[in-house]
C-alpha cells in the first residue's frame, strides 16, 4: 500500500501537477509569437521558461525595462508580457500602461502564483 501510493504521488507529481502551468503558458506564447515577438518575464520565471521553451523565442526579464526609455525600444515590436498575479509588479504595470494589450489569457494556479500572459503592441 505504501509504494503502491508512493508511485502515484510521484506520477502525479512528475506528470500532472503544475503549480503555476509554466508548460501550457509557454505553449501558449508558442502560439501567439512571430518573427518580430520579444517576451518579457519576471526573473523568477525565467529559468522555468527557458526550460520549455528551449530558447526558440527571445526574451528578457522585466527588470531589464526599468525605465521608460528602455520600454521604448519595445515599440514596433510583438511584445508578449507573462504577469503572475502576486506580487505587485511595477515593471509589468507600467508596460501595461505604456502599450495597449490585445489579448490577455489568465492561466490559474495554486497559491495565488496564477500567470496573465498579455500580448501588447
Known amino acids: 500500500l505504501v509504494l503502491g501510493s508512493q508511485a502515484w504521488g510521484s506520477w502525479t507529481y512528475f506528470h500532472g501537477w503544475q503549480k ?3 508548460k501550457a503558458v509557454v505553449q501558449y506564447v508558442h502560439w501567439l509569437k512571430n518573427p518580430n515577438t520579444v517576451v518579457v518575464r519576471p526573473f523568477y520565471f525565467a529559468d522555468l521558461y527557458s526550460f520549455y521553451d528551449q530558447g526558440t523565442t527571445t526574451a528578457m526579464d522585466e527588470h531589464l525595462l526599468d525605465s521608460s ?3 521604448a525600444a519595445l515599440k514596433g515590436k510583438n511584445v508578449i508580457l ?3 498575479d502576486v506580487p505587485t509588479d511595477p515593471v509589468a504595470d507600467a508596460l501595461l500602461s ?3 494589450p490585445e489579448t490577455a489569457r489568465y492561466f490559474p494556479g495554486t497559491a495565488h502564483l496564477g500567470i496573465t500572459v498579455y500580448q501588447l503592441k
Open 20 to 22: 503555476a502551468n509554466p
Open 69 to 71: 526609455e528602455k520600454r
Open 82 to 84: 507573462i504577469a503572475f
Open 98 to 100: 505604456e502599450f495597449k
